[in-house]
């Protein structure tokens, strides 16, 4: 079993950064692709970036650019850097690991591959 907190959520004005943070706990995460989703008032979850156990990285078009996901296995720890935030950014920001150890076959955008998350962080971006 596997448990992810975030932290590093926040208040921030249009064009700032913020950079999440994901602590695994129970079990080692190198072997397993790490997700970032967002979900918004309203709206259905979205994937937003993820990264696989040979550091292959994906990322949604609308934060290609901007946001840059890392992993530090040492750390067990999975980063988000996020700049030039947009209001549109503003959402509660969840943290995923799939299940599968050392899988390469999807780009890893549906929460459905996913059997981990956690309790999720806010962003608030103003404008």
């Known amino acids: 079993q596997v448990q992810l907190v975030e932290s590093g959520g926040g208040l921030v004005q249009a064009g700032g950064s913020l950079r999440l943070s994901c602590v695994a706990s129970g079990r080692t995460i190198s072997s397993n692709a790490m997700g970032w989703f967002r979900q918004a008032p309203g709206k259905e979850r979205e994937f937003v970036t993820a990264i696989n156990w040979s550091l292959k990285t994906y990322y949604a078009d609308s934060v290609k650019g901007r946001f840059t996901i890392s992993r530090d296995n040492a750390k067990n720890t999975v980063y988000l850097q996020m700049n030039t935030l947009k209001p549109e950014d503003t959402a509660v920001y969840y943290c995923?690991?799939?299940?599968?150890?050392?899988?390469?076959?999807?780009?890893?955008?549906?929460?459905?591959?996913?059997?981990?998350w956690g309790q999720g962080t806010q962003v608030t971006v103003s404008s």
């Open positions: 995923a690991a799939d299940g599968r150890p050392y899988y390469s076959g999807s780009a890893y955008n549906s929460p459905s591959e996913y059997n981990y």
